[in-house]
Structure formats: C-alpha cells, structure tokens
C-alpha cells in the first residue's frame, strides 16, 4: 500500500492547529526582556483565535506573577502592555 502524503498546505494547517509547549511562556519572556511597553500577541499566533492566545497568555502571567502585565483582547486582536514603564498601575 502506498503512503499518503501530506501536501505543504496540509501539514502547515495541522502544525498551526496543535499546541506548541511553552510557545505563549517564550513569547511573555521575550516581550518581558524587551523592554517595551506593549504588543500585538496575535500578530505571533496568527493561527490561533483570540480567545486561545488570551487564555494561554493569562495562565502564563498567573504562573509567572507577572502583575505589571495586562493582557487585552480586542476586537479579536490580543494585546499585551506593560503597566510598569508608564508610571501608571492597574487598579
């Protein structure tokens, strides 16, 4: 019996749709070291709905005690900003 190959398309699709461990951890460290005061989380997870990027993202801020960090889900775009370079501190 001959194998059944996956086209590239195919294999991106299902590569995008499974969990890739620590991808949201890696992405708040290196958002955390770079100093700057926000970003577009979906932008990095262009596969993955909004809701998904902003519950794996709070899971990791909970786990990390990151306080200083907000994470924004808007108009299904998911944002992540610091609230400790501007002076200002959530409430």
Known sequence: MALDFLTEE???KLLASTRE???Y?????EFVES???????????????SASIYQGLNLV??????QNIRIINHE???YVIRTD??????A
Request: net charge positive; charged share 35%.
């Open 76 to 78: 299904d775009t998911v």
């Open 10 to 12: 195919e294999a991106a």
């Open 61 to 66: 801020k909970k786990d990390q005690d990151m």
């Open 25 to 29: 951890k890696t992405f708040m460290a």
């Open 35 to 49: 100093g700057e005061q926000g970003a577009n989380a979906s932008k990095r997870f262009p596969a993955k709905k």
């Open 85 to 90: 370079l501007n002076g200002s501190e959530e």
């Open 21 to 23: 461990r620590g991808a």
